[in-house]
């Protein structure tokens, strides 16, 4: 396989570790389960937290049973006679509707009245008083499995027409409840309209959804916020129109406005609690208002004074008055201010994870990881970005959830899979390399027996006795460092070229029986050197420079001639100054040249090249390499004789 090939394989490898976490995470984001759609409530949070909030329009106000009022007309609740003067006072400033987040679900506790008195009682006073008109009253559905009597509640369903695809379905589009928690009917009759003020948090907490309709025995009811806007703005017709399982749209008159499959609005918070104006109950009956403050207004009358209010979370604040979610919903009918999902759905979700999941993986399969990760960066600002631009400008939510788990899963797939991939790529070169190296000793040991066939035999077990010596000696504590199991066996592979140099010795030298002449041992001597200096025009001509391999080849060639007393050749090397190797080969080359090898003296025993050796501890050999030597000898002697037969 060639190289440009073989390039193309591993890229090939890269991007398909990418791609496919991006594919399951595609098939994540429309199967979606149940954890992540939690997961992406809180993103939602933080989407709109960080993007810009409109304020609120002009045409809701909340009337605050606050602690000033309190302290004005007395503690909580009021008689119902002064919620009856609260209730005519707005309604002469002018307000549109009027709608109650209070339920009178009990007689007047205030109510005293003597035998036979015709004196109206305070809650006959404010049932003539909502007989007046442009009052909601507000109530509670329940949800109790085990349902509830609601025989003396009076409550006010709403027509709506709902239409479901043609593949009808069993879930219903909207909330089932079993009972009710209502004002008196008195009070209920005289109003003539009512609106539920359910809005349930999330599991974690957290208000985004209010449901804006809901099902009782038969009949759907409308919420406080809803019934209000419908007074307030004449509106008649309701059409819930189903397209999903998780999505419909409620068409209030013209507007239409998106619910998910249970009829919820998703909330477009206009700000921390206190965003819409709040008028003090006190003032209102105090006549301290101007008629401007609520004329041609939806007014929600509710309480907010410690211990008589009831506080929600929602993704901008923590303490969110109940009143406040019915005025919020009411501004977002009024202003048409809606946040929507994309119709769409899950599959914009799964063509964005896609889209910028194929982009990375190309990238860093073709350019690398670091390439990768600013592409990934880049991927995930923009996601981010353009779903706070999105949900701010157009009040179009395009979560940012599965794109990001796509890329972020990519990136770590590819990275592993491009470092897993190069880390056997390297392996493969550092085989093929020791393969090499092999050849490149073979080749050249086999020069040398060209020359001297004892020569190349001699070389061949110095290999055998090299590793068994450098392994006994890893365990003395001041080698142990330098003798790690991948030099012991670069030591050993590389033993046999010490005597290399020796191709430059003239045949009647190097072949000569008997004792050399000093003119002769002089010649002899030049073979560490003419070793060293093949070696040096090899790395010259490859080009090679600083090879841990050569470097320790030149370093047995050069030095296993050298004394630990300083009289050896051909540097004169004392002591620790001798590299490891060199030391090393010492020993073996004068274990081998002593016990086997015929062509200058007469071998000699085992036991006798051990006492040789022994005897130039010190001087001859470092102490600590003939110590393991000793030790390791009768290895090394079992070595010897098979290797001889």
Not at 19 to 30: D, G
Not at 122 to 151: M, S
Not at 234 to 251: F, I, P
Not at 500 to 520: M, Q
Request: aromatic letters at 6%; charged letters at 25%; glycine letters at 8%.
């Amino acid at each position: 396989m060639t190289a440009s090939a073989d390039a193309a394989k591993r890229r090939g490898r890269v991007f398909l570790c990418g791609f496919l976490p991006v594919i399951a995470t595609a098939i994540l984001s429309i199967y979606k389960p149940a954890f992540f759609p939690r997961l992406d409530d809180s993103i939602y949070d933080t989407v709109m937290r960080s993007g810009s909030i409109d304020p609120p329009g002009k045409r809701v106000v909340i009337v605050d049973i606050d602690e000033r009022s309190l302290t004005t007309m007395g503690q909580w609740p009021w008689r119902r006679d002064v919620i009856g003067r609260l209730i005519t006072r707005l309604r002469d400033m002018g307000a549109a509707v009027i709608g109650m987040d209070i339920i009178f679900a009990e007689t007047d506790r205030l109510e005293i009245r003597e035998e036979g008195s015709t004196q109206a009682s305070p809650d006959q006073l404010l049932a003539d008083v909502l007989r007046q008109g442009k009052v909601i009253l507000g109530y509670g559905l329940t949800f109790d499995p085990a349902g509830r009597d609601r025989t003396d509640c009076m409550l006010h369903p709403a027509v709506v027409a709902v239409v479901h695809p043609p593949e009808e379905t069993e879930q219903l589009p909207y909330f089932h409840a079993t009972g009710a928690v209502c004002s008196l009917p008195l009070l209920a009759e005289a109003a003539g309209a009512s609106g539920f003020l359910n809005a349930a948090p999330d599991p974690d907490g957290i208000l985004r959804r209010v449901p804006l309709i809901a099902e009782l025995e038969g009949r759907l009811y409308p919420s406080l916020a809803l019934a209000s806007v419908k007074a307030a703005t004449g509106a008649r017709d309701l059409t819930l129109r189903v397209d999903t399982v998780n999505s419909s749209t409620l068409t209030v008159d013209t507007v239409v406005v998106p619910v998910d499959g249970k009829g919820n609005l998703l909330a477009r918070y206009r700000g921390r609690k206190g965003t819409f104006p709040h008028l003090s109950a006190a003032d209102v009956l105090n006549n301290r208002l101007p008629a401007a403050a609520v004329r041609d207004k939806i007014v929600f009358v509710g309480t907010t004074a410690l211990g008589t209010r009831e506080v929600v979370a929602t993704p901008l604040d923590t303490l969110f008055a109940g009143v406040e979610v019915q005025a919020t919903i009411a501004d977002n009918l009024l202003e048409h201010a809606f946040v929507r999902r994309s119709p769409l759905g899950s599959i914009l979700d799964a063509e964005l994870v896609l889209a910028v999941g194929l982009l990375l993986s190309v990238v860093v399969s073709l350019v690398g990881v670091t390439p990768g990760l600013i592409v990934a960066a880049i991927e995930v600002g923009a996601l981010w970005g353009g779903a706070v631009w999105s949900l701010s400008t157009r009040g179009l939510y395009i979560s940012p959830l599965f794109p990001t788990l796509g890329i972020a899963l990519a990136l770590a797939v590819m990275t592993f899979a491009k470092f897993a991939i190069e880390r056997r790529r390297a392996e493969t070169a550092g085989r093929q390399r020791t393969e090499a190296q092999r050849l490149m000793v073979q080749t050249l040991l086999s020069l040398t027996e060209t020359r001297d066939a004892e020569t190349g035999q001699h070389s061949r077990r110095t290999q055998m006795y090299a590793r068994i010596l450098a392994q006994e000696l890893s365990a003395h504590p001041a080698y142990r460092e330098y003798l790690t199991p991948e030099r012991i066996d670069l030591l050993s592979s590389l033993a046999p070229l010490h005597d290399i140099g020796k191709v430059g010795i003239p045949d009647h030298i190097l072949n000569k029986p008997g004792k050399l002449t000093a003119e002769e041992m002089e010649e002899m001597r030049k073979h560490p050197a003419l070793g060293r200096d093949v070696i040096l025009r090899a790395e010259k001509q490859v080009g090679v420079h600083d090879d841990a391999t050569l470097a320790m080849a030149k370093d047995i060639v050069y030095t296993h001639h050298e004394r630990w007393d300083g009289s050896g050749y051909p540097q004169g090397l004392r002591g620790p100054g001798i590299p490891i190797p060199g030391r090393v080969m010492a020993i073996v080359d004068v274990y081998d040249a002593a016990s086997t090898r015929t062509l200058y003296r007469r071998t000699m025993s085992h036991e006798d090249t051990v006492k040789f050796i022994m005897a130039g501890k010190g001087t001859h050999f470092d102490p600590a390499v003939v110590d393991a030597f000793v030790k390791a000898s009768d290895v090394i002697e079992h070595v010897s004789r098979e290797g001889n037969h």
